[in-house]
């Protein structure tokens, strides 16, 4: 029976980090992907932004590695020249009844170790953006957005240069611990078998992370969490964008309520908004669109009928349901379930892109214990 090293299932931005900082420590790495190409699922239809970490619990693995990865990110892009900016964001308060909200999420904010954000007065985030209309608004200059698929092109690119290997449309059908390591059955596009040994394996499969790690032979079932599926969509702006900045109204249950992101070109989308769903399915209702434009003009109100255009959705892996409060990331270790020398990343939606680094140094960590 063949062996590897270390094997990561899921070439998604977080797999992709992971056997990127385990081929740098110098382990010999196998990443399989059951689609053709890196990146297709969770990765590809979000609004790559680069969170600051305003939101998340303090001390939760949410706040932690969405900071330090932040700093990584920056510092990686701008290293490898990969397409991103520090645009800043606004989260504003449609009334002075929210007013209570921005204190309260610049104090958690600060309590994880953001200390840029600045409280602004109507007048002040006006002259910022002349479109938005607004109570107040709380500036983030953290915040930024980056070129998703160059980044994990990226990251690609430096784990192949440090020796690993990538097998695409292979799909995971069982694993189980043993004396002699991991192994590791899968199968290709064709449904043929092939099994190998690993010294290590890491669940990277995103929204599929649960359903593999229940093909874990004798894995611990109570060891792996209830996922929840919410669909963001997305909508996107017909003509110029008149912001320069993310504008963000205040959180809603589930999600960071309809934002505006921009893409590196200027151009703007709105979302996503949080829909919850029984299954992976990416058809955006057009009809959505009308509580679109309600929840837009709460900030612009210059927001023109027949402006807005379905664009593309995505699916997020939630580990809290409809009314819950936000879950944490859960990164699951050797010593949390006892079945070997296995890492399951559970829950990695949101800040996953933005913590991507810090996760995989994270996991790196975790197997050379």
């Not at 606004?90 to 610049?106: G, H, M, N, T, W």
């Not at 004798?218 to 929840?228: C, G, K, L, V």
């Not at 829909?275 to 009308?290: S, T």
């Amino acid at each position: 029976m063949q062996a590897v090293d270390c094997l990561v299932a899921g070439a998604g931005v977080v797999g992709l980090a992971v056997a990127r900082a385990l081929a740098l420590a110098g382990r010999e790495v196998l990443v399989i992907e059951q689609a053709d190409a890196i990146g297709t699922e969770t990765r590809s239809r979000n609004s790559e932004v680069i969170h600051a970490g305003l939101y998340y619990e303090p001390g939760s693995l949410k706040a932690r590695l969405c900071v330090e990865g932040r700093e990584r990110l920056y510092a990686y892009c701008g290293e490898r020249g990969i397409a991103h900016a520090r645009t800043g964001k606004l989260v504003v308060a449609a009334e002075e009844a929210q007013f209570d909200k921005l204190r309260a999420i610049r104090a958690n904010a600060e309590q994880s170790g953001v200390t840029d954000l600045q409280l602004l007065s109507r007048a002040e985030a006006e002259h910022l953006e002349p479109a938005l209309r607004c109570a107040g608004a709380l500036l983030s200059p953290s915040t930024g957005i980056v070129d998703s698929h160059a980044l994990m092109l990226s990251l690609r690119g430096d784990a192949e240069a440090a020796g690993a290997m990538f097998a695409f449309l292979t799909s995971v059908s069982s694993v189980e611990a043993g004396p002699n390591g991991v192994e590791v059955r899968t199968l290709d596009e064709n449904s043929e078998g092939f099994a190998l040994t690993a010294g290590a394996f890491v669940n990277a499969a995103g929204l599929g992370a649960p359903a593999l790690a229940a093909r874990i032979r004798h894995f611990p079932q109570d060891r792996i969490p209830r996922q929840w599926l919410a669909r963001g969509n997305y909508f996107s702006l017909t003509g110029k964008s008149p912001f320069s900045r993310l504008i963000y109204p205040v959180p809603v249950d589930g999600g960071l309520g309809v934002h505006l992101t921009l893409d590196l070109g200027g151009r703007a989308r709105f979302g996503p908004d949080v829909e919850w769903i029984d299954r992976i399915d990416y058809a955006v209702d057009p009809h959505r669109g009308d509580v679109f434009y309600e929840a837009i003009r709460h900030y612009w109100p210059g927001l023109a009928d027949g402006a807005l255009l379905p664009s593309y959705s995505g699916v997020r892996p939630k580990l809290s349901g409809p009314g819950q409060p936000a879950a944490d990331f859960i990164i699951q270790g050797p010593a949390d379930h006892g079945a070997g020398p296995i890492v399951n990343l559970f829950g990695i939606e949101s800040p996953g892109l933005t913590a991507s680094l810090a996760i995989a140094e994270r996991v790196a960590g975790l197997l050379a214990a």
